[in-house]
């Protein structure tokens, strides 16, 4: 790992992983307008589908989530030279399971099925994850910001210790109240080595400091560009 500008890395402050299974179906049904995104279809019934997988014993939350902005990323040149399409799901639904197992079974359940083909979508991506780290679970009661975050990089290993000290950066400069690393389980789509969900109160939380802190991009895009990262943050909405 290479690490740019170490004055300015701390690492996050890291809670034990926890054993819930993850579900996670993105789709890109619209088009974006520069960081906004246009024509998302309605949400209605995937919204329906997911209280409906919420209410399973096995189900510990099920949230469809509408895109709403993408932020800055770094690494779209090491998409392309991977064969890879860059992220633009304005749609995703998240669904935590009690454990592995569960996720891994509901997978095959039709409910989960008709909520996968159930968008106009030009792109999907779909996986059965793992929590690797976290700074704490996502709470998906309150109508806060979320992010999710599709990093791709070749050394998975060496993403991981990237993460920590760039969520550090996170955590001291945005108050980043928590975050839950999803990984791919062995034989999933390996487009993302992880996906990190997270959430602040707000956009005014953490926006500012993206635009406006010259260490967003000194140290946290740069630790990226410099580790061969390729990070694509979109924020979303709660449907």
């Known amino acids: 790992m290479k690490l740019v500008n170490d004055r300015l890395a701390v690492k996050a402050g890291l809670v034990e992983p926890n054993d819930s299974g993850y579900l996670l179906f993105a789709a890109e049904t619209g088009a974006w307008r520069g960081p906004f995104p246009t024509a998302i279809p309605p949400l209605d019934e995937l919204k329906a589908i997911a209280a409906d997988l919420a209410a399973r014993p096995e189900v510990e939350d099920a949230t469809v989530f509408r895109g709403r902005l993408r932020p800055p990323g770094e690494g779209e040149e090491i998409l392309a030279a991977r064969g890879l399409a860059p992220a633009r799901y304005d749609v995703v639904l998240l669904v935590r399971t009690v454990d592995v197992d569960s996720a891994l079974a509901l997978r095959d359940d039709p409910l989960y099925g008709k909520a996968t083909t159930l968008l106009p979508a030009r792109r999907t991506h779909q996986i059965v994850g ?88 000194t140290f946290v895009l740069a630790n990226f560009k410099a580790n061969d990262i390729a990070a694509q943050p979109i924020i979303y909405r709660r449907v």
């Open 130 to 217: 793992r929590n690797a780290a976290r700074l704490g679970d996502v709470d998906h009661g309150p109508d806060h910001a979320f992010l999710f975050n599709y990093f791709y990089a070749d050394d998975r290993e060496r993403l991981l210790k990237v993460w920590e000290y760039t969520a550090g950066w996170f955590q001291a400069k945005t108050a980043l109240p928590n975050s839950t690393l999803v990984q791919p389980l062995e034989g999933e789509s390996a487009d993302y080595g992880i996906i990190n969900h997270a959430s602040w109160p707000n956009l005014r939380t953490f926006l500012p400091s993206l635009i406006f802190r010259p260490s967003f991009r």
